[in-house]
T-cell receptor
């Protein structure tokens, strides 16, 4: 069963705007990771935030983690058309299983 | 190789036939995962390997699905008596240890006709 989910399911913005995606999960996690998927094939790792961290930055990406609410957000600033993709979160637990939600489909219009 | 390699990249098979999908993880990565993604959907966890053992195979949808990993490296996912609902992209990922990112292959697109 899915242990996390993202919202919104779809997001359409103009180039230059910021995009915010949210992720909620159900179990305790050691870390939370965000991935990007183009064209329905392999996923690419974007950023990892550990359970003892609250915020992390990487280039135009900013991720937050609230373990009390079991939620995370991914902010992409100054979006570009090339950011158009599906974005997924997953939480790594003390056990073995890593699961994904349905993803957020981001469309950045030029 | 530098990344996770999956073969074949595309497979078309007739209903009822068996198929075998292969995953070559990054050298040295002890953890290996199989996922399935149906068209326009999220990823569905299938099975996880740590070394050659599979501590979590709870995601395998039926007894027609099986997987093995040998030598702590290559893994094969076998689907017996394929059905049309098995059509999906099968993704493999590996990681070096816990708290490290997953590295994904480009997947095998399986079409059952």
């Amino acid at each position: 069963s899915q242990q996390g989910e993202e919202d919104p399911q779809a997001l359409s913005i103009q180039e230059g705007e910021n995009a915010t995606m949210n992720c909620s999960y159900k179990t305790s996690i050691n870390n939370l990771q965000w991935y990007r998927q183009n064209s329905g094939r392999g996923l690419v790792h974007l950023i990892l935030i550990r359970s003892n961290e609250r915020e992390k930055h990487s280039g135009r990406l900013r991720v937050t983690l609230d373990t009390s609410k079991k939620s995370s957000s991914l902010l992409i600033t100054a979006s570009r058309a090339a950011d158009t993709a599906s974005y997924f979160c997953l939480g790594e637990t003390s056990g073995s299983r890593l699961t994904f939600g349905e993803g957020t489909q981001l469309t950045v219009n030029p | 190789g530098a990344g996770v390699s999956q073969s074949p990249s595309n497979k078309v098979t007739e209903k009822g036939k068996d198929v075998e999908l292969r995953c070559d993880p990054i050298s040295g990565h002890t953890a290996l995962y199989w996922y399935r993604q149906s068209l326009g959907q999220g990823l569905e966890f299938l099975i996880y390997f740590q070394g050659n053992s599979a501590p979590d195979k709870s995601g395998l949808p039926s007894d027609r699905f099986s997987a093995e990993r040998t030598g702590g490296s290559v893994s094969t996912l076998t689907i017996q008596r394929t059905q049309q609902e098995d059509s999906a992209v099968y993704l493999c990922a590996s990681s070096s240890h816990g708290n490290s990112p997953l590295h994904f292959g480009n997947g095998t697109r399986l079409t059952v006709t």
